[in-house]
């Protein structure tokens, strides 16, 4: 199975994306999640994480504790979106396993370090912060990442913070421009591709009659999830981002997109946070990350369904 870190801040969406890739052993090896702070602060994404697992049946996860902080700006979060707990929905118990002793941006590193090279994964799921902060700590470890996947971005699509930037890199540009500027091979998610992975009545319906209880919780968590994107959006049903970064591991042909060249803006008041793609190649600047544009929606929720039920 391919070995993988899962760096998050649930969040509905990251929950999905947890759960899915749970749900999938043969595929994929958590070696560990780790957490940092963005939808909601550190603590209660440390505690979503552990109730996510919890509520899976696998309390054996290892969970580490990251940034509390991004780099160099004040934490925004997303209450609006996500609720007071970040995962609010389900009714849930307080998680009694334990966040582990160790640092979330050493874990990473020791783990890079420790793995054979070109073996270990990271799927990024909340801002860079982590990341940045264990490149900086380690710089020997770039080279010895398989693939870093992502959710973050838009281009096309526009941002969801600010008509520019999308949340995940909003929340931490700065370490978003020490991931891009990295050499990882990068894989991103942007919203150009979670505003089509939308989830409809149906859809949510289909999980909910799974019946088990990591299914109920997360229709229940995609019934408040989807309130706040349908009035925003006007669509029948809210964007599901995270999970179609374990699914691009799972199924990388539910995507298409291209290798761009893509830069973060840092210092522009009115568009800090976004991601610059150069989509049609004008600039011949080298390229680091591939950018998908495409899924199969369907596709993508088969695989989150038929997953969800084996938790
Ligand atoms: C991203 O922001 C967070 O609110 C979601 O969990 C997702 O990772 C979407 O912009
Ligand atoms: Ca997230």
Not at 57 to 73: H, Q, S
Not at 194 to 208: C, D, G, M, P, S
Not at 239 to 266: M, Q, S, W
Request: hydrophobic share 45%.
């Amino acid at each position: 199975a391919r070995k993988i870190i899962i760096d998050s801040d649930p969040g509905q969406d990251d929950a999905a994306a947890i759960m899915l890739a749970l749900g999938s052993p043969e595929e994929l090896d958590i070696l560990g999640i780790t957490t940092v702070a963005g939808n909601v602060p550190l603590a209660l994404t440390s505690r979503n994480a552990r109730v996510v697992c919890e509520l899976s049946g696998r309390p054996d996860i290892k969970v580490f504790e990251g940034a509390d902080k991004p780099l160099l700006r004040q934490l925004v979060t997303a209450e609006h979106v996500h609720g007071k707990t970040g995962l609010d929905g389900p009714v849930v118990d307080e998680p009694t396993m334990p966040v582990q002793e160790q640092h979330a941006v050493d874990f990473i590193v020791e783990t890079i370090l420790a793995e054979d090279a070109g073996t270990v994964t990271l799927c990024t799921l909340g801002c860079l912060t982590n990341i940045a902060l264990a490149l900086q700590k380690a710089p020997e470890i770039a080279p010895r990442i398989r693939e870093l996947v992502m959710m973050g971005g838009g281009f096309f699509e526009g941002g969801n913070i600010t008509p520019a930037a999308e949340f995940n890199i909003y929340v931490d540009p700065d370490a978003a421009k020490i991931v891009f500027a990295s050499g990882i091979p990068i894989v991103m998610m942007p919203l150009d591709v979670t505003h089509r992975v939308l989830t409809y009545k149906h859809r949510v319906e289909k999980i909910r009659a799974i019946g088990s209880r990591p299914a109920v919780a997360m229709a229940e968590m995609l019934d408040f999830f989807e309130r706040f994107d349908i009035e925003k959006y006007g669509s029948d049903g809210g964007p599901l981002h995270d999970p179609t970064v374990i699914a691009y591991l799972l199924r990388p042909e539910l995507f298409k997109g291209r290798d761009c060249n893509v830069e973060i803006e840092t210092t522009s008041e009115l568009t800090v946070g976004m991601t610059v793609v150069d989509w049609w190649q004008v600039t011949g600047r080298k390229h680091n990350a591939r950018v998908m544009r495409e899924v199969d929606d369907q596709g993508f929720f088969d695989l989150l369904t038929e997953r969800l039920a084996r938790l």
